[in-house]
């Protein structure tokens, strides 16, 4: 194979996924992030069926499932509580996996990190990819602390924000999306199933949902301007604003948020590069070249779907560069078409009165394009 030895930049769910994808397939694998421990912070998820298959094919669905919350469809609201719609979710991971599962992304970012770490993973923390040379048939990365070392690849996974990706010869840059999101874990009754509620007007948040996590806790999602307005309220305080105008389960929710709740701000950026991801041994991966708003929960399972794919691909007998450009010739139209809804759903839910919106079709369809395997 023409891949032995592994430096991958980067401890996210591409990051991990690669390390462990590759290690499985008799690859000596280095994993370097910049953080100096594993914090266990976060937000929930929404988790598809198609990564779930990754995680199948990892060999840690049993660990996943056990943490998640698993649904097989969403019940869409209007603003005043009134159910519009039951939607059943396409199950993209095949029909032996839920459609989807709700979880934290630290109980997920934790069975990653034991399965590298089972299989030999090497895991570096507190160190940054500064710069790389190739050099024929291996590159040499330099690390922050001066480390310089040969490879048979490198793997940048550092995400949308990534110092690296401009190295590589990729102009493309991340850009504005036009929204906002917050994002909390809170409390939920036992009758919540999972749901997202749609305004009536344009006061407040653009749309609110959430996914059950637990038997008890829910992660709430707020999408609203991407920019926090400067009207003195604490964030707490500031969710609840935009959530006064939604009611039945989400007047529970709004409520639930308080002082002590963990929140998180962003503005949501999105980068898709549909030319080469890499220069020579050294391969972008993920979010540091296809990123979106989370509008159909498919940013974690593009990623992950990167990462099994370039390891089965990598591990095969053969020319690296064929190698490669074959898995990005294969890996594009499937991301382009999730990056194309989901930019699409975004305009809408700026411009809700377009007489073209259709979110309910868009979002059915770009689902039901990847229930056949990547």
Avoid at 103 to 121: C, F, M, N, Q, Y
Wanted: charged share 20%; with cysteine.
């Amino acid at each position: 194979m023409s891949v032995r030895s592994a430096l991958i930049v980067g401890g996210g769910f591409t990051g991990l996924t690669t390390s462990i994808a590759l290690a499985q397939r008799g690859v000596e694998v280095t994993l370097v992030d910049k953080a100096p421990a594993w914090a266990r912070v976060g937000h929930g998820l929404t988790i598809q069926g198609n990564a779930l298959r990754v995680f199948k094919e990892i060999g840690v669905i049993d660990e996943v499932l056990a943490v998640g919350q698993a649904e097989n469809a969403v019940t869409l609201y209007f603003a005043d509580g009134r159910v519009m719609a039951e939607m059943p979710t396409p199950r993209t991971g095949g029909d032996d996996l839920p459609a989807t599962i709700g979880a934290l992304r630290p109980d997920l970012h934790e069975i990653l990190v034991r399965k590298a770490e089972s299989l030999g993973v090497e895991i570096r923390l507190g160190f940054e990819l500064t710069s790389f040379e190739n050099d024929g048939d291996t590159a040499t990365s330099v690390l922050s602390d001066g480390t310089t070392e040969s490879w048979d690849v490198i793997v940048v996974a550092e995400g949308i924000k990534s110092q690296t990706r401009p190295k590589l010869g990729i102009t493309e840059d991340r850009r504005p999306s036009g929204l906002g999101i917050w994002r909390a874990v809170t409390s939920r009754l036992p009758e919540m199933t999972g749901g997202i509620a749609y305004p009536f007007d344009d006061q407040g948040a653009f749309k609110v949902g959430y996914t059950p996590v637990s038997d008890s806790q829910c992660y709430i999602f707020v999408l609203c301007p991407p920019q926090r307005p400067d009207n003195g309220l604490e964030g707490w305080q500031e969710v609840q604003r935009l959530m006064a105008n939604y009611h039945g389960q989400f007047d529970y929710l709004r409520e639930s948020i308080g002082p002590d709740t963990f929140l998180n701000f962003q503005e949501i950026e999105w980068i898709f590069v549909e030319g080469p991801w890499n220069r020579g041994r050294v391969v972008a991966l993920g979010e540091t070249v296809h990123a979106v708003p989370p509008l159909i929960a498919q940013g974690a399972a593009q990623c992950v779907e990167d990462a099994l794919l370039f390891a089965e691909y990598v591990t095969a007998d053969g020319d690296f560069d064929t190698q490669v450009a074959e898995f990005h010739a294969r890996r594009i139209p499937r991301v382009k078409g999730v990056v194309d809804s989901t930019m699409l759903l975004a305009k809408w839910e700026l411009d809700p009165g377009a007489p073209d919106a259709d979110p309910g079709r868009v979002m059915g369809q770009a689902l039901a394009a990847l229930v056949p395997a990547p």
